[in-house]
């Protein structure tokens, strides 16, 4: 979530919708390893892992949808 604080202080529009997608990008990463994870038992936490995964997948959807409003609103201007 580090990147996402940088997005929040990002300098311009064009600056903050390039954090956004290094932070979706991070975000896709930890969504494979997780699901690697399930598929491989590295843990008896597995219902925790699975929670994590749904906010992983939720917070992918949010932020890809941030960097498309970011977009939209540079193409109006």
Not at 22 to 43: F, G, M, N, Y
């Amino acid at each position: 979530m580090a990147h996402h604080g940088e997005a929040q202080s990002a300098e311009s529009p064009k600056d903050f919708i390039h954090k956004m997608r290094i932070a979706l990008k991070e975000l896709r990463e930890t969504s494979r390893w997780l699901k690697v994870s399930l598929r491989v038992p590295l843990t008896k936490a597995l219902d925790q892992n699975e929670a994590m995964l749904r906010e992983t997948d939720e917070l992918i959807r949010i932020f890809f949808a941030s960097i498309r409003t970011g977009q939209s609103k540079q193409t109006t201007k």
